[in-house]
């Protein structure tokens, strides 16, 4: 499968650890989203990378969120501190950057409950 | 800004009859405009894209939409629902903004088939 993975699917945590979800994007894109889904709720935007570079954060990504595509390639989000109102699914999407509207390849999404 | 709205978070239709599911958009340049659908426990995935060309674009699984700028809107449509069809249904905004763009999610809407 060439698809978007993301790994843990699932993820049940304590309030207060340290989370880290990975992203391994369709080989070829240039461009990796996280996005965060909430129960009833459309993906909200979170970040997005074009190659290594982080270009942009959402108001949403507190200072406990951090993101990270260290070679291009595959990406990692590490919420610190988790709370509960972290719980939700965690989505990766990938798309290839050579002309306007180039369609996003979502993964299955890393669902996080802290308890 | 960008933003969507879709404007019923709830559809049913009886299954063989027509599916309609409204979106409207506002954007500050020229957007492309995408459906997706989630089934539960699966990942998004693209039904249609509109990126400039014909405003009447089909999509997977006979599903269609058409483009009409003047009263910003891409309603998602399809002759006669099936059993399957029964997912949420998300319309997606991307803006071209400078050198990179964003995935706006809409709300959703939940549609439901009734045998």
């Known amino acids: 499968d060439t698809g978007v993975s993301q790994d843990p699917r699932h993820k049940i945590t304590k309030r207060g650890q340290n989370v880290t979800f990975r992203c391994d994007p369709i080989s070829e894109h240039n461009r990796l989203y996280w996005y965060r889904q909430t129960l009833g709720q459309g993906p909200e935007f979170l970040t997005y990378f074009q190659n290594e570079a982080q270009l942009e954060k959402s108001r949403l990504l507190s200072d406990r969120f951090s993101a990270e595509r260290p070679k291009g390639s595959f990406s990692t989000l590490e919420i610190q501190r988790t709370e509960q109102g972290d719980s939700a699914m965690y989505l990766c999407?990938?798309?290839?950057?050579?002309?306007?509207?180039?369609?996003?390849?979502f993964g299955q999404g890393t669902r996080l409950t802290v308890v | 800004a960008q933003s969507v709205t879709q404007l019923d978070s709830h559809v049913s239709v009886s299954e063989g009859t027509p599916v309609l599911l409204r979106c409207n958009y506002s954007?500050?340049?020229?957007?492309?405009l995408f459906w997706y659908v989630q089934h539960p426990n699966k990942g998004l995935q693209l039904l249609l894209k509109y990126t400039s060309a014909a405003t009447l674009v089909k999509g997977i699984n006979g599903f269609e939409a058409e483009f009409k700028k003047s009263e910003t809107s891409f309603h998602l449509t399809k002759p006669s629902a099936h059993m399957s069809d029964a997912a949420e249904y998300f319309c997606v905004v991307s803006e071209l903004k400078t050198s990179y763009d964003k995935v706006i999610f809409g709300p959703g809407t939940s549609l439901s088939v009734i045998p």
């Open positions: 999407a990938s798309s290839h950057y050579t002309r306007k509207g180039a369609e996003a390849f």
């Open positions: 954007s500050s340049y020229s957007p492309s």
